[in-house]
């Protein structure tokens, strides 16, 4: 990862622009989601989708990563393939997506229920993402990473799931990766104090069992050491002063949801 790079507030608006792309393409692709759709077609319409609407998958080839987006099903974490996988009742899919319009960059991710989940799968699910709410919450300009790190571990403690550590968010924006590195566990007051400028992506990464996780040989795809399934939220924020500034959202998708119910 590079150094931290500060954004002035119009590079902010084009990373928000970039995020709003994003962000319509992860709604799109909800309205996909469902029983007897194949992983790699929903890659294919997010590869058009963005294409379509002047941006680029910030993804693809990324360090030599084949696909539009990260599709990782069931027990896998992050960066799992789209494949002829074809959803299933039952399933959870955490969809993980970047763009690259005007040469501003976004992430975010969300994990979908496929149909009817489990009781315990659907508190996973809640719970992960009012972790990322929580985190969320913390940064502001003047806070510190580890404050951000302590809400989300201290909220996800509560409920005995497991904390992926060995992936963390980072910074964003200008390249996909950049400093600081941003843990989902942490003490508060420690890491790099926040400030304006700053553009990050939190990204909680919760497992149902155990927190460890194993690499695979396709050298991209993290999944659980137990099987058991994970959730994976994420949003782009710009630390600002007073309260934080989400790049990202996740309206669209929802709205998709809630029309689906």
Not at 97 to 126: C, H, M, P, Q, R
């Amino acid at each position: 990862m590079s150094k931290v790079i500060f954004k002035t507030k119009e590079q902010i608006d084009l990373i928000r622009e970039s995020c709003d792309l994003l962000s319509k393409t992860l709604g799109e692709l909800a309205k996909e989601i469902k029983p007897g759709v194949r992983t790699i077609d929903l890659d294919k319409l997010a590869y058009e989708f963005i294409q379509d609407h002047g941006g680029t998958p910030a993804f693809l080839n990324y360090n030599g990563f084949p696909y539009s987006l990260c599709i990782s099903m069931n027990d896998q974490v992050v960066h799992g393939f789209p494949s002829d996988y074809t959803l299933k009742d039952g399933d959870i899919i955490s969809v993980d997506g970047g763009v690259v319009l005007n040469n501003y960059i976004s992430d975010s991710a969300y994990t979908f229920a496929v149909g009817e989940v489990s009781e315990e799968i659907k508190s996973l699910l809640a719970v992960t993402k009012e972790s990322l709410n929580l985190g969320i919450e913390q940064a502001v300009s003047g806070k510190r990473i580890g404050d951000i790190s302590f809400a989300i571990q201290n909220y996800v403690d509560q409920f005995g799931f497991g904390i992926v550590k060995e992936l963390v968010g980072h910074g964003v924006g200008i390249e996909l990766h950049e400093k600081p590195e941003v843990p989902n566990y942490g003490r508060r007051g420690n890491g790099p104090k926040l400030m304006e400028g700053m553009v990050i992506a939190i990204e909680p990464m919760i497992n149902l069992g155990k927190a460890g996780v194993k690499f695979w040989d396709d050298g991209w795809t993290v999944s659980t050491i137990d099987s058991k399934p994970s959730a994976h939220f994420e949003h782009t924020v710009a630390i600002s002063k007073g309260k934080p500034d989400i790049l990202t959202s996740f309206s669209y998708i929802e709205d998709i949801l809630n029309k689906k119910r």
